[in-house]
């Protein structure tokens, strides 16, 4: 079977993650606002965060190592914005031999980077990274399963006949405050409870 899963808020806290980047503003003396204003300047949804801080530092002739450095930190130390049961789920997907792909939505240098410092990346066969919506893909997708947060990619999905759609509904997710209101799409709030549903209902 192959297994498609989101990555920010599915399997990566990117709630803390981001938190971390507002540290790094208001080490800086910028306030929250002064990323979202560079954000709302670009084209909204594809944003790269690094190529931001650049944009920030000219703005407010601050040097760009102020920004860069502690960014670089950051990634370093990225593997603990994995979520707890993410490991485990991956690993126990691969012991019962799926096909298993990260599928990421954003812009993919800003992705990339996230992906490559968590080091999810050897539980996985592939990393598909697409600035597409998931659902316009070349995929087979009544073939796949998949598990997101995103109620406008689960929607997405569901209307493209995949063969079975989860969703994740973190803590703290950024999605986790949306009616999604479809029936067929289970809802869980953790990768462990959607393991032993699976287990529950022969899919290993």
């Known amino acids: 079977m192959n297994f498609y899963l989101d990555f920010d ?11 971390e980047l507002y540290k790094i503003l ?48 950051l990634y370093n130390n990225c593997e603990k914005y994995i979520y707890d049961d993410s490991i485990e789920f991956l690993k ?8 298993l792909y990260i599928l990421t939505w954003g812009e993919k240098e800003y992705q990339k980077e996230k992906v490559k410092a968590s080091k999810l990346e050897k539980y996985v066969d592939e990393v598909i990274y697409t600035e597409k919506l998931k659902y316009n893909l ?22 493209k006949k995949a063969k079975n759609v989860f969703r994740i509904k973190r803590v703290n ?22 393991k032993e549903y699976l287990i529950r209902i022969g899919i290993n």
């Open 138 to 159: 070349e995929i087979q997708y009544k073939e796949g399963i998949f598990i997101d947060d995103s109620v406008r990619d689960l929607k997405g999905l569901h209307a």
């Open 173 to 194: 997710g950024k999605n986790s405050h949306k009616e999604l209101n479809i029936e067929e799409i289970k809802e869980f709030t953790s990768l462990k409870e959607l």
């Open 92 to 99: 126990y997907l691969k012991q019962q031999n799926h096909k």
């Open 26 to 73: 208001e080490s800086n003396n910028c306030n929250r606002d002064a990323l979202k204003l560079t954000i709302e300047e670009g084209n909204h949804k594809l944003i790269n965060i690094r190529e931001k801080f650049k944009e920030l530092s000219k703005r407010k002739n601050i040097p760009i190592e102020n920004f860069i450095k502690p960014l670089e930190e």
């Open 9 to 19: 808020y599915t399997l990566f806290n990117t709630y803390e993650f981001r938190n």
